[in-house]
């Protein structure tokens, strides 16, 4: 079974690189790992103080700053919206 130990930052940034190599990406960084995290929570509908506690943050308003999506899928989302 798999034991999981604590690693160092720079083992983290270093597998990702390695990883982002064989997929023919540019350099990431381990936070981009947080944005597109966030970024996809939310856009499978994930409710944005659920994700605040998932990512640790102390304020809602720093976990809205991970949204990426785009314009519109913001649009769509309002569309789905059950009002009227």
Request: proline share 2%.
């Amino acid at each position: 079974s798999f034991i999981f130990k604590e690693m160092l930052s720079g083992s983290i940034y270093r597998i990702l690189q390695k990883r982002a190599t064989l997929a023919g990406l540019e350099k990431v960084k381990p936070h981009d790992l947080r944005r597109t995290f966030a970024t996809t929570m939310l856009a499978n509908g994930c409710d944005v103080f659920v994700l605040q506690r998932a990512m640790g943050h102390a304020s809602v308003n720093t976990t809205s700053m991970y949204d990426y999506r785009s314009e519109t899928q913001r649009k769509e989302i309002c569309r789905a919206l059950p009002i009227g």
